[in-house]
């Protein structure tokens, strides 16, 4: 099962006595783990000189092989090569003079190359196909530890009792959620940078910087003011307006939380998680204004 977040009875992040956020490991929540998220996004420039390294070595590769493309045994080739070889260096210079023997030499030495081409090409696929599997891995690292990372410290999504996050998601909520809004790509100095996509598949923009790229909270901002649900994912501000329900502006109505509850059952019986997660954060929203 993928981490999520250990939480205190108030709601927030719960964390060790250095000061590192600790996630629950199982379902049950009795293994824990402290992890030190800016130890991991520390990682992200050693992976990616890595994998940089290896995209190199599997270029350089897949460049040789096309000196052997049409070669399919190798092996054979590579036999009837060394025998013509020898019989090359055995034969007279008389011998030569024979047409029929120099075409024969040249017809077994033709197949011999072929045979070790092959061959060649084999063992290259081979390597091809392990470097490529290995960049897959490490790419699925990078984009964890720079992505997840920007949720885990982003204002919508973390905070204090003082300086609540913007919204009610959790940040693993939020990344599972909003991950595909984000790629990581090479920028224009050769460097790893986490970008934002709208729903359309567009690069988002930087609305304080024209005509550059949004940053990650830049990002965020947009595609939550365009996120359907938004209303539903919203913390209400101290003070504001945001509760629903009673005359003073605290928690909603008893019916209001039962109601919600049945629809959340019902969206998760049908397997509409989108729905089930929107009613499960105004669930939360309505207990926490209660309290």
């Known amino acids: 099962m993928p981490m999520r977040l250990k939480l205190n009875d108030d709601g927030f992040a719960f964390v060790s006595d250095d000061g590192h956020p600790v996630y629950l490991l199982d379902d049950e929540g009795k293994e824990e783990q402290a992890v030190d998220v800016p130890a991991l996004y520390t990682k992200v420039p050693a992976l990616t000189q890595e994998a940089t390294k290896y995209r190199k070595q599997r270029n350089e590769v897949r460049d ?4 052997f493309e049409g070669v399919e045994d190798l092996a054979d080739w590579k036999t009837k090569a060394e025998q013509a070889i020898e019989t090359v260096q ?6 030569l003079v024979d047409a029929g023997k120099v075409e024969q030499i040249k017809s077994a030495m ?3 190359h072929a045979q070790e081409l092959r061959e060649i090409k084999a063992s290259y696929d081979t390597k091809i196909n392990e470097m490529q599997g290995s960049l897959s891995n490490k790419d699925g690292k990078i984009y964890d530890l720079m992505v997840k990372s920007n949720f885990h410290k982003s204002p919508f999504f973390s905070g204090s009792e003082q300086n609540p996050p913007k919204t009610i998601l959790l940040p693993d909520i939020a990344y599972k959620y909003f991950k595909d809004h984000f790629k990581v790509e090479e920028g224009d100095n050769g460097d790893l940078v986490t970008i934002g996509y709208d729903i359309k598949g567009n690069q988002l923009y930087s609305p304080k910087r024209p005509g550059e790229l ?6 965020m901002q947009q595609i939550i003011n ?3 649900g938004k209303d539903d994912i919203m913390r209400p501000a101290k003070g504001g307006s945001g509760a629903t329900g009673g005359s ?10 039962e109601k919600l509850e049945a629809d959340y059952k019902a969206a998760m019986a049908a397997g509409n998680g989108k729905v089930a997660i929107a009613l499960k954060n105004r669930i939360h929203r309505l207990r926490m204004d209660a309290r």
């Open 64 to 67: 040789s092989l096309k000196l």
């Open 90 to 95: 055995n034969l007279k210079d008389k011998e």
């Open 110 to 112: 033709k197949d011999a």
């Open 214 to 219: 949004a940053d990650f909270d830049e990002s």
């Open 226 to 228: 365009s996120y359907a």
């Open 248 to 257: 003073g502006g605290g928690v909603g109505p008893k019916g209001e939380i």
